[in-house]
């Protein structure tokens, strides 16, 4: 093998070709996989803080899904009291007009048997003062004799 001048000038321009590339393309070239390096790094961070993010979120989640089961159990229970007191105040109510309707019937029952009663005084007097005609064979005068018909009626 010959060292001749065709071996020695493409040794140079070898020679030039890698310092030309280290000097200026292997330095772009780096620049651009530590850049890319520098956006994985970053999207891994980015899905790592998304999974935590994520776990946070699902966290809280449980927690209002929890608070609002408790906050429904609570309204629910709210309601079941107020419909309880509604019904025993409906009740109350109900007892308490009851009560009333029956003391008005009664009043008005106790008019109606003194009204009966005064009516029958009224008729026992005249059935009375006919019977007494009848046994006396005479007529007796009501407004002579008033008296003893008031009398009488008082007596019954």
Not at 22 to 33: E, H, N, Q, S
Not at 93 to 104: H, S
Not at 125 to 138: H, S, T
């Amino acid at each position: 093998m010959d060292i001749n001048l065709t071996l020695l000038m493409q040794a140079v321009i070898f020679g030039l070709l890698i310092w030309a590339c280290a000097k200026y393309i292997w330095p772009a070239l780096m620049r651009a996989v530590e850049k890319r390096q520098q956006q994985i790094a970053d999207g891994l961070a980015a899905g790592e803080e998304g999974r935590h993010s994520l776990a946070n979120a699902e966290k809280r989640i449980a927690e209002m899904m929890a608070e609002a089961k408790g906050r429904a159990q609570e309204i629910v229970a709210q309601g079941e009291k107020l419909k309880t007191e509604t019904i025993e105040q409906s009740k109350s109510l109900a007892k308490t007009e009851g009560d009333r309707l029956l003391a008005a019937a009664k009043a008005e029952i106790e008019q109606e048997v003194y009204r009966a009663k005064e009516t029958l005084r009224g008729q026992v007097a005249q059935l009375a003062v006919a019977g007494a005609e009848q046994i006396l064979k005479r007529e007796v005068d009501a407004s002579a004799h008033a008296d003893l018909l008031a009398a009488i009626e008082k007596q019954l």
